[in-house]
């Protein structure tokens, strides 16, 4: 069973936190734990978010929400006010494991070169007597509420003043839940190399030339023809020759092909889909299943548009796609790809 993370950026809606000029905590916070949640995408686990949007999310609400979902741990995202100058995590003072967790999220805010205020204790009858932590001493749940730096503290600011050092802080976060629960990278669906799942009846396909049989399992060539755009009108998957071809520019091709042969042995090229599964192929979708992965069994949602194939190749007999022509090929893939399509729903 994968590991879940809860991540909650803090505040939110008409609660907007602290506040120092064009510093306002709210915002800071979403774009913090938006940057945490897309640093995981990568890794087995699975992720819950206490709010992606600017709306209002009290922490009763969230401390519900952890009870019933019952994650692996708890990411609460703040940031300071006040005057003062670094990093703090707090733990509830009792709770072990929120300890070693906050201990792991501070050396990871300090990696970044902030300095450090330690990890601090969240204790009833205190000012840091905070909800989010104290949760943990009765779930049972590793709970951590982080501050990176003081909104209104000119150093501080400095390290918080751009989108890229917010996406850092967020992915520091993410580092040390990794760390904390040894979690493992998902392995990149490898692609199909059987070239037969590649070609469909109903494809035209560019033939290379050379020896074209009676069937698939002849012993001898009936003739030899040269190139030529033919339809794939039948497939014997395994055989001799397992492409039955009809030419489509008037050469002549009418039967079976060597389409695997690689040119041994006499026989003709490899014939494959004219540009039909090429990377940055513009293709439009009606009402077309949407997959998350390569692997799911069960479509997202269905979608209708114009969309680009992202690199061309096949997992499972899927292809990915993305909505722009800049985006294809481009990493990270979790940013740029919409999903998964079936091979059959390419037009």
């Given at each position: 069973m994968a590991a879940t993370i809860y991540i909650a950026a803090g505040h939110g809606g008409s609660d907007p936190g602290a506040c120092?000029?064009?510093?306002?905590?709210?915002?800071?916070?979403?774009?913090?734990?938006?940057a945490c949640r897309?640093?995981?995408?990568?890794?087995?686990?699975?992720?819950?978010m206490a709010r992606t949007v600017d709306q209002d999310c009290k922490v009763a609400d969230k401390m519900k929400e952890?009870?019933?979902?019952?994650?692996?741990?708890?990411?609460?995202?703040?940031?300071?006010?006040?005057?003062?100058?670094?990093?703090?995590?707090?733990?509830w003072h009792t709770h072990a494991p929120s300890k070693a967790l906050a201990q792991k999220v501070l050396t990871e805010m300090t990696k970044l070169g902030q300095k450090s205020r330690g990890i601090k204790e969240s204790k009833?009858?205190?000012?840091?007597?905070?909800?989010?932590?104290?949760?943990?001493?009765?779930?049972?749940i590793p709970s951590i509420l982080g501050e990176y730096a003081f909104v209104d503290n000119a150093k501080d600011q400095a390290k918080i003043n751009t989108d890229a050092k917010l996406r850092a802080i967020g992915e520091a976060y993410a580092k040390a839940a990794i760390a904390y629960l040894s979690l493992k990278k998902k392995a990149e669906p490898q692609?199909?190399?059987?070239?037969?799942?590649?070609?469909?009846?109903?494809?035209?396909?560019?033939f290379a030339g050379g020896p074209v049989y009676v069937s698939s399992s002849a012993a001898s060539a009936a003739s030899t023809r040269g190139a030529s755009q033919c339809k794939v009108t039948a497939i014997a998957p395994g055989a001799k020759h397992p492409l039955h071809l009809i030419s489509q520019d008037g050469k002549g091709v009418y039967g079976w092909v060597n389409a695997f042969d690689r040119g041994t042995g006499g026989g003709a090229a490899p014939v494959q889909p004219a540009n039909r599964y090429e990377a940055g192929r513009k293709?439009?979708?009606?009402?077309?299943?949407?997959?998350?992965?390569?692997?799911?069994?069960?479509?997202?949602?269905?979608?209708?548009?114009?969309?680009?194939?992202?690199?061309?190749?096949?997992?499972?007999?899927?292809?990915?796609?993305?909505?722009?022509?800049?985006?294809?090929?481009?990493?990270?893939?979790?940013?740029?790809?919409?999903?998964?399509?079936?091979?059959?729903d390419i037009p």
């Open positions: 120092a000029g064009a510093y306002i905590e709210k915002v800071l916070t979403l774009k913090t734990a938006l897309d640093y995981l995408k990568a890794y087995d686990c699975d992720v819950i952890i009870e019933k979902k019952r994650p692996s741990l708890v990411l609460e995202i703040h940031y300071n006010a006040g005057g003062g100058e670094g990093c703090e995590v707090y733990y009833a009858g205190t000012s840091y007597n905070f909800g989010m932590c104290r949760q943990a001493s009765w779930t049972n692609p199909e190399t059987d070239t037969s799942s590649k070609v469909q009846v109903g494809d035209i396909v560019q293709i439009t979708l009606s009402n077309v299943p949407l997959y998350t992965s390569s692997t799911a069994k069960e479509a997202a949602r269905k979608l209708s548009g114009t969309y680009y194939l992202y690199d061309g190749k096949a997992f499972n007999r899927r292809y990915r796609i993305t909505p722009r022509t800049d985006m294809v090929g481009k990493t990270p893939v979790t940013s740029y790809v919409t999903g998964y399509i079936s091979q059959s």
